[in-house]
């Protein structure tokens, strides 16, 4: 158990929380790109961001306060799936892979900051 939760249920928490951080950095993305502020995205974005990352380092504090099953040693236990596994060495499709998502997301970057112009908030005096 985590938090008072199943594993399970955990995870499952976990998973729907990343899946919101993903949908919602392409929405806060798409809208930099159209020179338009969405602070109501964005702050969803980065309350999610931090929840995915401390919902992840709590895998690994029940991991070592109970030295038993995670998800991420179910996944091991899998055949199949070791094949899949990235080494992180210089195998090309995990090379490709880092390599295009780098440059996607280096020019994403570029153009957003070159783009991003929202309008001035006016005050009168």
């Known amino acids: 158990m985590i938090i008072g939760l199943s594993i399970a249920t955990f995870t499952l928490i976990h998973v729907i929380v990343t899946l919101i951080v993903i949908a919602t950095g392409f929405v806060v993305m798409a809208g930099m790109l159209g020179s338009k502020r969405l602070p109501g995205w964005t702050a969803i974005f980065l309350l999610t961001t931090v929840l995915t990352s401390v919902t992840g380092f709590m895998f690994l504090l029940d991991a070592s ?51 991003f112009r929202p309008a001035v908030a006016m005050t009168v005096a």
């Open 65 to 115: 306060f109970r030295k038993g099953f995670t998800p991420a040693l179910g996944t091991w236990k899998i055949p199949f799936l070791h094949v899949l596994a990235p080494t992180q060495s210089n195998e090309p499709p995990f090379l490709i892979a880092q390599t295009v998502t780098l440059v996607f997301f280096v020019i994403v970057g570029i153009v957003a900051a070159i783009k």
